[in-house]
């Protein structure tokens, strides 16, 4: 079974901290995604990787930056959290072979 | 226009019976589509994928696509209770590597 881990369930973070969030994923899949989930936006996407140390923008990247230094961890960083980046945080993984993506639990983060 | 558009709902539906789920996308270069579930409170997963035009079926659910028209659909037969869920739409561009983009979802709701 394929397993995506994510290092918190529920985080508090005060404005202008910086915030990690863990993902790890132990299939050895080459690709992994970072997404936030909002009531009525759906899920978006962060950013991506398709190999280690390689990162390529998604559809929101503003106020985030990632790390990718070893195949099966993939961390977001929010530099300098803000109320506005309150939202579940979803990271996924993907063989390269394959088309289904494997979600981990998500993290809820909450920005005070 | 967005990327993918789907009907919110909530979409409620006897149990028993047939369940349609529907999905327009405006990127025409679009070759692979997917259909995940998501329970409340839960990571999406995977149910149906379609890659050509026609209908693809998979115990309890057909999937319909429709490039020319770019309307991708999920029937749901004999729906039970454990249908519930929200259930997002995603087309991706290429097969395999995929930079998804997911609709908002339907939220269905089966009424036993």
């Known amino acids: 079974d394929v397993k995506v881990t994510q290092s918190s369930r529920y985080l508090v973070k005060r404005t202008g901290e910086k915030v990690f969030l863990e993902c790890v994923q132990d299939m050895d899949h080459e690709n992994m995604f970072w997404y936030r989930q909002d009531p009525g936006l759906g899920l978006r996407l962060i950013y991506f990787?398709?190999?280690?140390?390689?990162?390529e923008k998604g559809d929101i990247p503003e106020g985030y930056s990632v790390s990718r230094e070893k195949k099966e961890r993939f961390s977001l960083i929010l530099e300098s959290a803000s109320t506005n980046q309150t939202s579940m945080y979803l990271c996924?993984?993907?063989?390269?072979?394959?088309?289904?993506?494997?979600f981990g639990p998500g993290t809820r983060l909450t920005v005070t | 226009q967005k990327e993918v558009e789907q009907n919110s709902g909530p979409l409620s539906v006897p149990e028993g019976a047939i369940a349609s789920l529907n999905c327009t996308y405006s990127d025409r270069g679009s070759q692979s589509f997917f259909w995940y579930r998501q329970y409340s409170g839960k990571s999406p997963e995977l149910i149906m994928s379609?890659?050509?035009?026609g209908d693809k079926e998979d115990g309890r659910f057909t999937a319909q696509l429709n490039k020319a028209s770019q309307y991708v659909s999920l029937l749901i037969r004999d729906s039970q209770p454990s249908d519930s869920a929200t259930y997002l739409c995603?087309?991706?561009?290429?097969?395999?590597?995929?930079?998804?983009?997911f609709g908002t979802g339907t939220r269905l709701t089966i009424i036993p």
């Open positions: 990787s398709y190999d280690v140390k390689m990162k």
């Open positions: 995603a087309p991706g561009a290429n097969f395999g590597n995929e930079k998804l983009t």
């Open positions: 379609i890659y050509s035009n």
């Open positions: 996924a993984s993907l063989p390269g072979d394959s088309y289904e993506q494997y």
